[in-house]
Every structure is written in C-alpha cells, then in structure tokens.
C-alpha cells in the first residue's frame, strides 16, 4: 500500500463490490444455461441448415463471453485473498 497520508479506502466498498460481481457472474451463468434450453427447445422444431449456421453462431458468442463469468470469480477471490488483508492491514495502522 501506498505511504501516501492522503489514501482513502473504503474496505466495505470492496467487499460490496466483491458481492455484486459473484451476482453479476452467477446471473451470466444462468442466463447462460437458460438460452442452452431454449435454442435446444427451438431446434426441435427447427430442422434446416440455417439452424445449425445460427446455433453455431450463437455458440460462439457464448464461448466469446463465457470468460467474463470465470475472469469475475478469479478476481473476487484475489481481491479477498489478497486485497482485502492488505488494506485492512493498512487501515489497522493508520488508526
């Protein structure tokens, strides 16, 4: 952490934040999981090859934002392994 007097840190703002962004990654996995049922419910009564050309298509935009999920639980553990302890260490010593 910085020396810096004047660094103002609001360790509750991170752990909200932390919060919103389990929510946030949580949501986007069930959104996920809720337009896999329903293109399999569409392809049941879609048989030609533009399903296959849009499925494949949607697919990839699923792969391209299924990262997004991952990468937000990576940071909410390192901001709870790693920030957190530091900055309430920081605060600890600045009281």
Same mark, same amino acid.
């Given at each position: 952490?910085?020396?810096?007097?004047?660094? $103002?840190?609001?360790?509750? @703002?991170?752990?909200?934040?932390?919060? @919103?962004?389990? @929510?946030?990654?949580?949501? #986007?996995?069930?959104?996920?999981?809720?337009?896999? $049922?329903?293109?399999?419910?569409?392809?049941?009564?879609?048989?030609?090859?533009?399903?296959?050309?849009?499925?494949?298509?949607?697919?990839? %935009?699923?792969?391209? #934002?299924?990262?997004?999920?991952?990468?937000?639980?990576?940071?909410?553990? %390192?901001?709870?392994? %790693?920030?957190?302890?530091?900055? $309430?260490?920081? #605060?600890?010593?600045? @009281?």
């Amino acid at each position: 952490m910085s020396n810096n007097p004047n660094v $103002q840190i609001n360790i509750k @703002a991170l752990v909200e934040f932390n919060k @919103a962004l389990v @929510a946030f990654s949580s949501k #986007l996995n069930e959104s996920f999981s809720e337009m896999d $049922q329903s293109l399999k419910r569409l392809g049941e009564n879609w048989k030609d090859e533009k399903y296959i050309e849009f499925k494949n298509e949607f697919s990839e %935009h699923v792969k391209k #934002l299924k990262p997004l999920s991952d990468d937000l639980k990576r940071y909410r553990d %390192h901001s709870e392994k %790693h920030w957190i302890p530091i900055i $309430q260490k920081f #605060l600890n010593t600045r @009281a």
